[in-house]
């Protein structure tokens, strides 16, 4: 209910998150591919709509479990779940890897 009242606070992105986000988007370990995937995961992330970013940023920055972000939502806990990891797989499409 925190963010549906208060819908203007960002959560910031550290290079942590982000290689959580990649390790979850299966990302290759060496540190130079990590780096260059590290910017397409960013550029992909700027092209997706606001309330996908928003599922993004619960699940993994924020690291809510799926019933919080169900609750948050309005919705069932398998809901919540189906919607977040089509926007994994679209965006890992986007970063040019399988769907």
């Not at 009242?5 to 988007?25: F, G, R, Y």
């Not at 948050?72 to 809901?79: K, R, S, V």
Request: proline share 2%.
């Amino acid at each position: 209910m925190f963010f549906r009242k208060h819908p203007n606070v960002e959560v910031p992105l550290t290079e942590a998150k982000l290689d959580h986000l990649l390790s979850d988007a299966e990302a290759s370990d060496d540190s130079g591919g990590r780096e260059d995937q590290r910017q397409v995961l960013i550029k992909a992330l700027n092209q997706l709509n606001q309330e996908e970013v928003e599922l993004i940023e619960m699940r993994f920055f924020e690291e809510r479990s799926f019933k919080e972000v169900a609750l948050m939502l309005g919705c069932a806990e398998d809901a919540a779940k189906k919607r977040v990891y089509r926007i994994v797989a679209k965006l890992r499409t986007m970063m040019g890897g399988k769907s």
